[in-house]
C-alpha cells in the first residue's frame, strides 16, 4: 500500500538542506512577486529541479496549521501571574484558546494542557513557543497533537 499522504513533523535540525532551501525559496518568492524562481532558486544556491520536486512536499509548519487545533503541553512553576502571561503571549499571537487543564503542581512545578485553535489572522506558531520557552519559570513546552 502506498502511503505518500503521511504527514511528520520534524525539528528543523532533522530536516535536509535542500528542503530547507525550497522553504526559503517559496519566502523568497512570497516576498518579492517580481523576482523569478529561476533568480530566487540561485540566490539559494538551490537547483531548479529541486524546488520543482520537493516544492508541494514542505511548507513551514505555521503556514499547514491554519484551522487547525493544537493541543500542547507546559510545565511551569507554580507562581501567581504566570499562566495569565503566557495566556497573554498566546492572544498577542492571535490565536484561540479552546481548553486549559492544570493538574495540581507537585513540587511547585504545575503542568497544563491547552488546546488552541490558529485563527487564519495567526501568527507564527514556531516563534511563539520559543516565545514561551524564554520566559521566566517555563522548563518546557511540547505539541502533543493537530487536528
Given at each position: 500500500?502506498?502511503?505518500?499522504?503521511?504527514?511528520?513533523?520534524?525539528?528543523?535540525?532533522?530536516?535536509?538542506?535542500?528542503?530547507?532551501?525550497?522553504?526559503?525559496?517559496?519566502?523568497?518568492?512570497?516576498?518579492?512577486v517580481?523576482?523569478?524562481?529561476?533568480?530566487a532558486?540561485?540566490?539559494?544556491?538551490?537547483?531548479?529541479?529541486?524546488?520543482?520536486?520537493?516544492?508541494?512536499?514542505?511548507?513551514?509548519?505555521?503556514d499547514?496549521?491554519?484551522?487547525?487545533?493544537?493541543?500542547?503541553?507546559?510545565?511551569?512553576?507554580?507562581?501567581?501571574?504566570?499562566?495569565?502571561?503566557?495566556?497573554?503571549?498566546?492572544?498577542?499571537?492571535?490565536?484561540?484558546?479552546?481548553?486549559?487543564?492544570?493538574a495540581?503542581?507537585?513540587?511547585?512545578?504545575?503542568?497544563?494542557t491547552?488546546?488552541i485553535?490558529?485563527?487564519?489572522?495567526?501568527?507564527?506558531?514556531?516563534?511563539?513557543?520559543?516565545?514561551?520557552?524564554?520566559?521566566q519559570?517555563?522548563?518546557?513546552?511540547?505539541?502533543?497533537?493537530?487536528e
Open positions: 500500500m502506498k502511503d505518500d499522504n503521511k504527514y511528520y513533523v520534524l525539528r528543523k535540525k532533522a530536516v535536509p538542506e535542500v528542503l530547507l532551501k525550497v522553504v526559503e525559496v517559496k519566502k523568497l518568492l512570497e516576498s518579492d517580481n523576482l523569478s524562481i529561476q533568480e532558486t540561485e540566490r539559494m544556491g538551490l537547483s531548479r529541479s529541486s524546488f520543482y520536486k520537493y516544492k508541494d512536499d514542505i511548507f513551514l509548519f505555521h499547514n496549521a491554519r484551522g487547525r487545533t493544537l493541543t500542547f503541553v507546559m510545565q511551569m512553576n507554580d507562581e501567581p501571574g504566570l499562566l495569565s502571561k503566557v495566556l497573554k503571549l498566546i492572544a498577542e499571537y492571535n490565536l484561540n484558546i479552546l481548553t486549559i487543564h492544570q495540581i503542581p507537585i513540587n511547585g512545578v504545575a503542568t497544563i491547552m488546546s485553535e490558529v485563527r487564519p489572522d495567526a501568527k507564527d506558531i514556531s516563534d511563539m513557543i520559543d516565545d514561551i520557552k524564554s520566559r519559570g517555563i522548563y518546557s513546552v511540547n505539541m502533543l497533537g493537530s
